[in-house]
């Protein structure tokens, strides 16, 4: 491949990664790879439509006083997610503000954010955070473009609506693919046919890293998917009430945590209290193929009357590595016994299709390829 190739591929490659990125974070609801600021709170460090990296807060580590996040408010801008820089930490949480803003969002209404609220941290290398100026501008050019394509459509087709904005965008987002891969594919024909005296074939070694990829993408949906952030909101009264959403103030109440597993393989689960007022034992569980373990949750109120919110995390594994082995990983990071756990599958499984494989090319017959499309479908039948 020349050097303008390399140079195309890679344009390609960076292009459906960003919309891909924002495609999958709109699914999510939360910001993946790239996000933008809407308002001026965080001028000058963001304008309006300034886009930055946004690292997963799963993978960020340790949320640090300056480090600018994104979480999910409680109050601020009717509860949506809001990018503020942390500048200080108490006992329930972080406390942001814009760097426009003169005052904390804990001088108003917004509580202290926790943990559990951050989906993601600017990245910074060096210390400032990596502007990319413009984002906003595409994202919201491309929704009213879509939103009008939307508006046409559906008068044309005498329906008030049509897939929807966001719908038509993942419609939209499907046939540029598959116009692309069409489009290689012609492009693949056209350069064999330029060099049909080459050899033949795909590497055998690519078919076993795509079956391994395969595998390894599973498995990580398998642990990552069921996983997540659970929200319980509690009301402190001045009396106590039937279940977990009225408590009396400064008592608790417990209930039954389930915990499934719908799968063929074992799972070890990590229960991990998010913020203040949450306990759950016991805090392990090892949970069988197509089996439901219960866990107690117990939730506490304040002394202070008021609508409060409560955080649980699940991290979830399957049970492949040892207990103690999973457990020093979780330790070391949440994260990390997912990537241990996809190596001990993904790496033998590739070796494995190597060995069975070779490391030459598979080639594919091209006398029955040059049948008539009749033919090959008969013979198909009859297999």
């Known amino acids: 491949m020349n050097p303008k190739r390399w140079c195309t591929v890679g344009v390609e490659l960076a292009v459906a990664v960003v919309v891909l990125s924002l495609v999958v974070g709109s699914l999510l609801g939360q910001p993946v790879l790239l996000s933008y600021v809407e308002t001026g709170s965080m001028s000058p460090t963001l304008d309006p439509g300034d886009g930055f990296v946004a690292v997963p807060a799963q993978l960020a580590g340790p949320v640090e006083e300056g480090d600018v996040v994104t979480f999910r408010a409680e109050e601020l801008h009717d509860g949506s997610l809001t990018t503020h820089r942390v500048v200080g930490e108490t006992d329930r949480g972080f406390v942001t503000r814009g760097d426009a803003n003169p005052f904390t969002d804990q001088d108003g209404e917004e509580p202290p954010v926790k943990r559990a609220q951050v989906v993601a941290v600017a990245w910074a290398p060096g210390g400032d955070v990596l502007v990319i100026p413009g984002v906003g501008a595409v994202v919201t050019g491309t929704q009213s473009a879509l939103r009008a394509v939307q508006v046409r459509l559906s008068t044309l087709l005498g329906t008030r609506s049509l897939f929807g904005v966001q719908g038509l965008a993942y419609l939209l987002f499907g046939a540029s693919v598959v116009w692309y891969l069409l489009a290689e594919r012609g492009a693949d024909d056209r350069r064999r ?75 070890v689960v990590y229960l991990d209290p998010a913020s203040e007022g949450v ?105």
């Open 193 to 267: 046919e330029r060099s049909r005296e080459r050899e033949s074939g795909v590497d055998a070694r690519l078919f076993a890293a795509g079956f391994a990829l395969l595998l390894v993408v599973g498995a990580t949906a398998a642990m990552v998917a069921p996983a997540g952030t659970q929200t319980f909101g509690v009301v402190s009264a001045e009396s106590d009430s039937p279940g977990l959403g009225v408590i009396e103030r400064g008592g608790s109440e417990s209930a039954a945590y389930s915990v499934r597993n719908g799968g063929v393989l074992p799972v």
């Open 279 to 383: 306990a759950v034992d016991p805090a392990t569980l090892s949970v069988p193929p197509r089996t439901t373990v219960n866990a107690t949750l117990t939730l506490s109120a304040p002394p202070e009357t008021g609508y409060y919110r409560r955080f649980l995390t699940e991290h979830r594994y399957l049970a492949l590595l040892p207990r103690s082995q999973i457990a020093a990983l979780y330790r070391l990071h949440p994260w990390a016994p997912v990537v241990a756990i996809d190596a001990l599958l993904g790496v033998p499984f590739y070796l494995l299709g190597v060995v069975l494989l070779g490391t030459g090319r598979v080639r594919f017959r091209s006398r029955e390829r040059s049948l008539p499309l009749s033919v090959r479908v008969r013979r198909l039948l009859r297999r």
